[in-house]
């Protein structure tokens, strides 16, 4: 490669929060998913990543992540570059710097690896871009290789909402990519809030990697990957019609059976905490009490994500100052929402 090859590439890439859970690797190939999901983009929750790269005669990785060093990540994103040489051939003959950081407060519990994968892919289509001159970038691309490196990541590179996995339902979804739900929704979920209710701000207990391997042998797969098909069907309706008393009860169940399955998998796993439930009753008393459709998240941990279209975010949010603060690691909550993907720095 020429000696002079040289530059900079940088994008921010947000994280995004399931309203159908992805839980469950198919064997069919790389990150195949074993039911279609369904998430928001969210805004606040993303990562920076800039990549300097110059030639060289070899392959080099220096990351830094918090302009640390950082090997847990190293280590991830070297086995990823590794494996995706015949994607970027130019991975063989260059040298990458690679700063990472996220916008979202440290030690929040949150580790996104949605948004830091889908940033790193974002980073390397566009030197590949810069190399070879193109214009464009191809989103059905950076979603198959985010996917790649980190399944749910594939659903990050599109605005507002985004399905991955293939289902009848929706002509043109495919389990090798996400693609974008921006104008398959009704306006109202475009203005949703996701308050983020940091519970625990411990390192994951269960990593997902070892999370979708308990599914190989739980014994409610099956209904499960049948439950969520359903539930991406009806979802999809849902999501056109503005139903958002459906929207609740879909969202609320998905969290629900995700927690389940991992308390009857072996070993079996609690992963919520007294205050994820004391948020939970409290939740449920509110809504009953004002009609206001709110309902709740959970990823594979203990935090909770209260969910409300921006109508209601006055009185919600006051609830939560009120109500569920006290629950939270030192009152910390995450104001995020629905938001517009990524965006090149
Ligand atoms: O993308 P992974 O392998 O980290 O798995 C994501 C799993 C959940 O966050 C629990 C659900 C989802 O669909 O995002």
């Not at 979802?235 to 308390?263: N, P, R, W, Y």
Request: glycine share 4%.
């Amino acid at each position: 490669m020429n000696d002079n090859i040289h530059g900079g590439v940088k994008w921010q890439s947000p994280s995004n929060i399931a309203i159908v859970k992805y839980w469950g690797k198919s064997p069919k190939g790389p990150q195949i998913p074993q039911n279609p999901s369904v998430s928001f983009t969210l805004t606040k929750c993303s990562t920076e990543t800039s990549i300097f790269y110059e030639a060289s005669d070899r392959f080099g990785l220096h990351f830094r992540f918090d302009g640390k060093e950082n090997p847990e990540f190293q280590t991830k994103i070297a086995e990823f570059l590794k494996q995706q040489t015949s994607s970027f051939p130019f991975l063989n003959e260059m040298d990458l710097h690679i700063n990472s950081h996220n916008t979202f407060p440290h030690s929040s519990g949150i580790a996104s690896s949605a948004s830091s994968m889908s940033a790193l892919v974002l980073c390397l289509l566009d030197i590949e871009r810069e190399l070879h001159g193109e214009k464009d970038m191809d989103t059905k691309k950076a979603s198959c290789l985010a996917r790649l490196a980190s399944g749910s990541a594939c659903r990050s590179v599109f605005p507002k909402m985004a399905l991955w996995g293939t289902t009848e339902a929706f002509p043109g979804s495919s389990n090798e990519y996400a693609v974008s739900l921006e104008n398959e929704i009704h306006p109202i979920f475009k203005s949703y809030h996701d308050s983020i209710l940091i519970v625990s701000d411990a390192k994951k207990e269960v990593s997902s990697r070892a999370g979708h391997a308990l599914m190989d042998t739980n014994p409610y797969a099956e209904v499960r990957y049948a439950q969520a098909r359903q539930h991406t069907a009806t979802l999809l309706e849902v999501l056109k019609a503005g139903d958002l008393e459906a929207f609740c009860h879909i969202t609320e169940s998905e969290a629900m059976q995700l927690h389940a399955l991992m308390m009857c998998s072996e070993p079996s796993f609690i992963l919520m905490k007294p205050n994820t439930l004391r948020i939970i009753n409290t939740l449920y008393a509110f809504r009953k009490e004002t009609d206001i459709p709110v309902c709740f998240t959970l990823d594979a941990g203990p935090n909770v994500h209260i969910l409300y279209p921006d109508r209601d975010a006055e009185l919600v949010e006051r609830f939560i100052m009120d109500e569920l603060e006290r629950y939270c690691v030192d009152g910390t909550w995450i104001a995020d929402r629905v938001g517009d993907g990524p965006s090149r720095c």
